[in-house]
């Protein structure tokens, strides 16, 4: 199990991690929307270095180089809303891949638990044999990805799955190493301390889907 912590050296994605948290700059709808793609961006770029590819030769007008493809394209799943802009981030990197969208919220009244985890819109090709990579950017308690894991796992056995989330906190990132395969790697912009009783993650950000959207009601 591989666990990638986009933050663990300097790099431009502190910047863009630090603007995403500050409450000023938060003001900014467009900015805080562009930030959290461009960090998609940037652990899409990193996973991209761990899928399988082929090597075929390349005839230029000077000659012959050696060149390299994906042997086959991931499919991207977008846990919505929030995670829009994260999921576009992958997209510039993976721009022929198939996607899939599943909306998923937490209802208010017992936040965080697995049960009151509500999955409303589904588009999603078959996983089998495919190389998955859930898309969300906050990974709280982590029950909305099990829960969506659970839906998608009726179609079938994927090659390799992936999680990406901009920002994570150790319970639900200790709830998904306990559930999910080994095989399974996590790609993580940061991993804060904790969450709070409200479930949400500390110092984390606020609600990402509100800083992109507005309020919901």
Request: hydrophobic letters at 45%; aromatic letters at 10%; one cysteine or more.
């Amino acid at each position: 199990m591989k666990i990638f912590e986009l933050n663990q050296e300097f790099s431009v994605a502190q910047t863009l991690l630090a603007q995403m948290r500050d409450p000023d700059i938060q003001q900014d709808r467009w900015r805080f929307r562009h930030n959290l793609q461009r960090l998609g961006m940037l652990l899409g770029y990193e996973l991209s270095k761990t899928l399988q590819y082929q090597t075929f030769p390349l005839h230029t007008s000077l000659g012959v180089a050696r060149g390299a493809d994906l042997d086959q394209q991931p499919l991207l799943i977008c846990v919505m809303r929030a995670g829009l802009p994260f999921y576009q981030g992958f997209v510039d990197v993976f721009d022929q891949a198939d996607s899939g969208f599943i909306g998923a919220y937490r209802q208010a009244e017992q936040a965080g638990m697995e049960q009151d985890i509500f999955l409303g819109y589904s588009a999603n090709p078959s996983i089998d044999g495919r190389d998955v990579v859930l898309i969300d950017p906050m990974l709280a308690t982590g029950s909305s990805l099990l829960k969506v894991w659970r839906l998608l796992a009726q179609s079938g056995t994927p090659r390799s799955l992936h999680i990406a989330a901009a920002i994570a906190a150790p319970e639900g990132l200790a709830l998904l190493q306990r559930e999910f395969a080994t095989s399974t790697h996590f790609w993580l912009g940061a991993v804060d301390e904790r969450l709070n009783e409200q479930a949400y993650i500390v110092p984390g950000l606020g609600d990402a889907g509100d800083l992109c959207f507005g309020e919901k009601s």
